[in-house]
């Protein structure tokens, strides 16, 4: 492919978290912001122009992996309407949603169910070892989707990876816990702008 690889976010990148606007109630937790808000936003607005440039005419189903990719999927369909409005190309999209519950963490043999409902499972917000999203795309398979595209803000490099690369990638990061932007530590810090990079102290005070 003649597209580049995603950005690449080095060990040692992030800025000094007093450098931006964190709340307050985090204010102690954040070690360093790690990708600013404005950079995920800019990011998000090129992915679209990919996705769009190569889409063809036929109807779109946005599938939205929650809970973690509630922000990013609603932030890159904005700037996706903002190009079906303007461009050339149009095509009609429709929303859906699942939630991933994964089992045997550490498993080859991955299962997954997904569910629609509410409840306090213990989702993957990243794709690290692709085994959840190559479990996902073969329940997809099951409905019989013409074409099936895979688009994440991030990817972790990771000795563990199964090698699985999704089709579109915002940014490819170092195997670090990074929180803010829908993404949580047991549920919190969804309600954090940018990604960030927790201290070890916080980890103790929201462990359950
Ligand atoms: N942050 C939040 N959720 C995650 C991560 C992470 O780094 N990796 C897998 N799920
Ligand atoms: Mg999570």
Do not use: W
Not at 158 to 173: A, K, L, N
């Amino acid at each position: 492919s003649l597209r580049p690889s995603p950005c690449f976010i080095h060990e040692e990148s992030g800025y000094n978290k007093n450098l931006f606007c964190i709340p307050k109630h985090y204010e102690e937790d954040v070690e360093r912001v790690f990708i600013p808000h404005g950079l995920i936003l800019d990011r998000t607005e090129r992915l679209a122009r990919d996705i769009m440039h190569d889409m063809g005419s036929h109807h779109v189903v946005a599938l939205c992996v929650l809970k973690g990719g509630y922000k990013f999927f609603a932030d890159l369909l904005d700037h996706i309407k903002v190009l079906n409005q303007n461009g050339d190309k149009s095509v009609p999209i429709t929303v859906d949603f699942v939630r991933i519950k994964s089992y045997c963490r550490d498993s080859p043999t991955k299962k997954i169910s997904i569910i629609g409902e509410l409840s306090t499972l213990n989702g993957k917000d990243i794709i690290e070892t692709g085994r959840t999203m190559k479990a996902l795309l073969a329940k997809l398979r099951d409905y019989k989707p013409k074409t099936v595209k895979v688009v994440s803000l991030l990817v972790k490099r990771t000795h563990q990876s199964s090698g699985y690369r999704p089709d579109y990638v915002g940014f490819e990061i170092p195997d670090k816990f990074v929180v803010g932007y829908a993404l949580d530590y047991n549920e919190y810090f969804r309600d954090l702008n940018h990604i960030c990079i927790l201290k070890e102290k916080a980890k103790e005070k929201y462990k359950i």
